[in-house]
């Protein structure tokens, strides 16, 4: 309101001045400068009284624009905190998730491990337990072998010493002799 009245200020001084010279307190004055600072202070007038309800409502109305942009953007930030919040909440539960992921998976690993070393030990065991059998099975193999070698060695030996000792009345005694035995 101060600058619209240091406005009207200078007209109500030349207003005054004309007056006080016999001069109409209104009139039409074709003094150009004089025309138009009249002018111009009738129209900052006019603008000033209708105006300020028009600008006033454009600024009110933008002002609500501002305060609606405000609380949007204050509702957003609540919103993005929530779900920033809950995103963490998140990740520290698929954290623990994982974390429990992981020590299932050493003990299943220390598990196997055990079962593995388990098992290899039975077959350890199997295998010295079979190749105990087959070294066995092989000795007598090898053992009935050998026996069987001497045995024909004997035989064959004794059939030499035989034939060397044994001449025809011996054998002819030795046939009657094993007939006799066998009840004939």
Excluded: C
């Excluded at 016999?22 to 009139?27: C, K, S």
């Amino acid at each position: 309101m101060t600058s619209i009245t240091g406005m009207i200020d200078p007209f109500l001084l030349l207003a005054t001045e004309s007056h006080a010279e016999g001069e109409a307190l209104i009139g039409f004055h074709f003094d150009f400068l004089e025309s138009n600072i009249l002018n111009l202070a009738i129209l900052v007038g006019v603008l000033v009284f209708y105006g300020r309800k028009v600008v006033g409502n454009i600024l009110s109305e933008r002002r609500n624009q501002i305060a609606q942009a405000i609380q949007e953007a204050e509702e957003k930030q609540r919103t993005a905190a929530q779900a920033l919040a809950k995103e963490k909440e998140n990740l520290a539960q698929a954290q623990k998730e994982a974390a429990r992921i992981h020590e299932a998976a050493i003990e299943r690993a220390k598990t196997l491990r055990a079962e593995i070393a388990a098992q290899s030990e039975r077959d350890i065991a199997r295998l010295k337990e079979t190749a105990a059998a087959d070294l066995s099975s092989e000795q007598e193999r090898v053992m009935a072998q050998l026996k069987k070698q001497i045995a024909e060695q004997a035989i064959v030996k004794a059939e030499s010493q035989l034939k060397a000792q044994v001449d025809n009345n011996t054998q002819q005694r030795l046939i009657d002799r094993s007939i006799a035995r066998l009840g004939g």
